[in-house]
């Protein structure tokens, strides 16, 4: 069974600082997705990390993976309160990779 | 375009009652996904169809719970003889046929409540 870990769950941070969330699972994928979710609401589809290696950006946020270490990074970059709210990544399996297996997210928290 | 729709947003139930969910895809998708959300926790998979083709129900609890998604209408998720333990976000995910990354483009939910 696909395991999907998040760490930090929890992060509270100051404006202009920097830091990484780290995402780690446990079978063999390419396919990894990072999300945003605000309370109440739906999840927004950040990056879409297709190979061994990728690494995409937008704005303060990078996300990179490491397929072999079974390991994906989000880094966000002088942080600002607009970044507050949980990010999840998931992880794809199943034929074309249609199931995809969540971690239980980080709760980022942007302090003034 | 319009997004991922779900309705009801909100839909409270008590026990023993039936809860149903609708969902309708992004225009062009045909492949619809339900995952399940409980407090402090992320998404859970349930189901995966397609037009009139249940793909993989292995999230699916195995009682009272059913979906379908029609030739013609939305997906529908299904609840029979609702328990406090059901009480959970739904969200209900799309994907065009045969996408490269399989991104799946999510509603913005149900969030169910039994009483």
């Known amino acids: 069974e696909l395991k999907v870990e998040q760490n930090p769950l929890f992060l509270s941070m100051q404006e202009g600082k920097n830091y990484t969330i780290y995402c780690n699972y446990s079978?063999?994928?390419?396919?990894l997705y990072w999300y945003r979710q605000d309370p109440g609401k739906s999840l927004e589809s950040l990056f879409v990390l297709l190979s061994n290696g990728a690494v995409k950006q937008e704005g303060r946020l990078m996300a990179s993976l490491d397929t072999k270490a079974r390991l994906s990074t989000l880094h966000i970059t002088a942080a600002v309160h607009d970044l507050s709210a949980t990010y999840f990544c998931a992880v794809g399996s199943g034929g074309s990779n249609y199931k995809l297996t969540f971690g239980k997210g980080t709760l980022l928290t942007v302090n003034p | 375009n319009a997004g991922v729709m779900q309705n009801p947003r909100h839909l409270v139930r008590r026990r023993g009652q039936e809860a149903r969910l609708r969902c309708s895809p992004m225009k062009g998708h045909s492949h619809v996904y339900w995952y399940r959300q409980l407090p402090e926790e992320g998404l859970k998979f349930m189901v995966y169809l397609q037009k009139e083709n249940i793909i993989d129900e292995s999230g699916m609890p195995k009682e009272r719970f059913s979906a379908e998604f029609p030739k013609e209408g939305p997906s529908i998720l299904r609840i029979q003889q609702v328990v406090r333990g059901d009480s959970a976000a739904y969200f209900c995910?799309?994907?065009?046929?045969?996408?490269?990354?399989?991104?799946?483009?999510f509603g913005p939910g149900t969030r169910l409540t039994v009483l």
């Open positions: 995910a799309s994907s065009p046929p045969l996408a490269g990354n399989n991104e799946q483009f």
């Open positions: 079978t063999t994928s390419d396919r």
